[in-house]
């Protein structure tokens, strides 16, 4: 999974891919439950660039996008937001792929 480097990839990624912003964070239990199984996930959406966002280098953008518990997930498709999967809660593989069946083409 590609690792965000700076607000401009996060910003011109958002706004010109099909995108799916992972954040998380080093210390996060719940990021490092839920991590092996991302590569699977990843792979089982080939249409999406899934993109890793540590929430403690970019806290701006999690503030700017209401990301107030990790690991949280945020969908874009043609510059716009699609889907949110943002909570304080542990994500299962299943939940996590639930919700990106479900969002919108």
């Known amino acids: 999974m590609k690792q965000l480097d700076s607000v401009a990839e996060y910003n011109e990624l958002t706004e010109n891919k099909d995108v799916i912003m992972v954040f998380s964070?080093?210390?996060c239990i719940d990021c490092r439950v839920i991590e092996p199984e991302?590569?699977?996930i990843e792979n089982a959406f080939p249409e999406y660039t899934f993109v890793k966002v540590d929430r403690d280098q970019f806290i701006d953008i999690c503030q700017e996008n209401d990301i107030l518990g990790?690991?949280?997930f945020l969908a874009y498709k043609n510059g716009k937001?699609?889907?949110?999967?943002v909570s304080k809660d542990r994500k299962t593989k299943e939940e996590i792929t639930y919700f990106i069946s479900g969002l919108s083409v």
């Open 70 to 72: 990790i690991p949280s």
């Open 81 to 85: 937001e699609v889907g949110r999967f």
């Open 25 to 27: 964070a080093n210390w």
């Open 38 to 40: 991302l590569p699977e």
